[in-house]
């Protein structure tokens, strides 16, 4: 039991059919669906955990599509509503030799960008026991508009708030604003997951050492959470805090490793919210969805690559 309501951008990632080429140098693109709240929704479905997700795709055969993909995965999408006017959003995304990812977005405005307040679908959010949101979702209006009430409605309803942050530097208008604008509802959430990068993008200090953590701290928070990618994830809690190591893996693609870690975690607490006040359930939750990010890594793809609860399970066991 429990239900998680994502908020925020479902969209067709295309991406290379081979690797380490540049967009340009590309020979062909490959469709993936994506759009990390979309992710987070599969991901805890296909754990068996009760999701929906809330969003705005285009009346297009890539927004159909899109809400076919939610429902194949058991999500519940009834609160999928469908832009007549606009597209769904696209984004080209290829992995430099760097290891970065590039991305060029095709949103002038896209379908997810013109969810109003009014197109809310109240009776799903206010079921949710987590609602989890990213902050995409708050770069433009009226969708800007429309995710803050939803935090509202979610919140006077008795949910827990989960926020993923991702500064997609090139969608702002620049640095600056992304940080101002993703900060500016960091307050509301009960529990916010980072990456390193973002620490250092939030905080303007590349370390994850714990004084710096700190400063992203409220002392409303009941888990702030920084994923560390193979090294695993370090958790602060009200009364506890501490790291936890992941699980030894072959890695392939990293795509979509952050939100099968938020599914895994967010499914684990509906199931037990007791675990945010207990340091060895805390701990098992965040070893499962250091699993669940691990074995998505050794697959290519992010919603192809969410593991199933006997496979995370499995990789558990025989380590
Ligand atoms: P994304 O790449 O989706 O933006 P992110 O940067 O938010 O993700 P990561 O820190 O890369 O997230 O990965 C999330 C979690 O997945 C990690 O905390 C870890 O538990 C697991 N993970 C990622 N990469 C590996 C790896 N190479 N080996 C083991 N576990 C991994």
Known sequence: GGLVVSFGEMLVDFVPTVAGVSLAEAPAFLKAPGGAPANVSIAVARLGGEAAFVGKLGDDEFGRMLAAILRDNAVDDGAVVF?????????????????????MFYRNPSADMLLTADELNVDVIKRAAVFHYGSISLIAEPCRSAHLRAMEIAKEAGALLSYDPNPREALWSSREEARIKILSIWDQADIVKVSESEVEFLTGID????????KLWRPTFK???????????????????????SYKIQQVDTTGAGDAFVGALLRKIVQDPSSLQD???LEEAIKFANACGAITTTRKGAIPSLPTEIEVLQLMENA
Do not use: N
């Open 83 to 103: 832009d007549a006017g606009a597209r769904t959003a696209l984004a080209f995304v290829t992995l430099r030799a760097d290891g970065e990812r590039e991305f």
């Open 223 to 245: 888990l702030l959470l920084v994923t560390l990618g193979g090294q695993g994830c370090k958790y602060y809690a009200r009364d506890f805090r501490g790291v936890v190591p």
């Open 207 to 214: 370390s994850v050492e714990d004084d710096v953590v700190m």
């Open 279 to 281: 340091q060895e359930k």
